[in-house]
């Protein structure tokens, strides 16, 4: 069985310490090894950390934190060899790192697989950051290379700011699924995880992203999951949806793709959110 890794990656301060802390602290008994480049390169909060070593960090819940410094390939290797093994890795990259070229590496290793490209955009920065003649093509080819694009520090910008930003990421990052992350509060699941959202499941086209919304829908109560799915399902803007809803009988997967719908068990340490993908209301219709 391979063990996954989900690429993080995203310029110089737009948020991956942040989500990365965020994650550990849902992983709720999932085993997540985070690998960084130097220790001090990713601040973990102290209150997770419960011993550390010279190249790695144990942390809450059976977690780690291992610095790979210039020989990723022999990190993995070892993380790989731990007994018992992570059941997932998070790799985060540096700011200035290309993540579609490390996941390219990753595919050449044997009992390896890569489980997704997550890029971090700072909304109040991300449009001047493309336009700038010395940085912009890094980030460029940062987003292209993206299954999920989260736009950071929302809270921080006006509303003209967050619709300039959607736009510059949209015309860079192609199929990539967009979501606001607030304080990196993200269904750990979506960013394990990420599916890219300008292709259906069925691998028929529809439109590009610039035409596609993206949330995250999480119930402030119980729902029957299966009213909740048919509701999403009747919903002629709704693209596609998929996540976990807390009913009665506890966690419940919904999963909607146009008008087809269906609910089964959540998995074990699923989190409750859904990602919902929709048109945009002026291209509705």
Request: glycine letters at 10%.
């Amino acid at each position: 069985m391979s063990l996954p890794v989900t690429v993080l990656s995203g310029y110089l301060g737009a948020g991956k310490t942040t989500l990365v802390n965020q994650m550990l602290r849902m992983a709720d008994g999932l085993r997540l090894a985070v690998m960084v480049n130097e220790f001090g390169d990713l601040p973990i909060d102290a209150d997770l950390i419960e011993a550390e070593g010279e190249d790695m960090i144990a942390l809450a819940g059976g977690c780690v934190c291992c610095s790979y410094g210039d020989d990723l390939i022999a990190a993995l290797g070892q993380m790989a060899a731990m007994a018992p093994p992570p059941d997932h890795i998070i790799l985060e990259a540096s700011g200035v790192a290309l993540p579609g070229a490390i996941a390219a590496s990753l595919d050449l290793m044997a009992g390896i697989e890569t489980a997704g490209i997550v890029v971090l955009a700072d909304l109040a920065q991300i449009a001047k950051q493309l336009a700038n003649d010395y940085i912009g093509d890094t980030i460029e080819r940062q987003l292209r290379a993206a299954d999920l694009v989260l736009l950071t520090k929302g809270d921080l910008t006006d509303a003209a700011q967050v619709q300039a930003a959607r736009v510059a990421v949209a015309l860079h990052a192609g199929g990539a699924m967009v979501i606001e992350a607030r304080h990196g509060r993200v269904p750990l699941d979506v960013v394990l995880h990420p599916v890219r959202s300008g292709v259906l499941e069925t691998g028929e086209p529809h439109g590009n992203a610039t035409g596609l919304v993206s949330e995250v829908v999480i119930p402030d109560s119980d729902v029957l999951a299966e009213t909740f799915a048919a509701e999403l399902a009747a919903r002629k803007e709704v693209i596609r949806a998929k996540g976990h809803v807390q009913t009665a009988l506890g966690l419940k997967t919904v999963q909607v793709v146009g008008d087809l719908w269906q609910v089964t068990d959540a998995p074990p340490k699923a989190i409750p959110g859904v990602v919902v993908i929709r048109l945009r209301e002026n291209v509705e219709g």
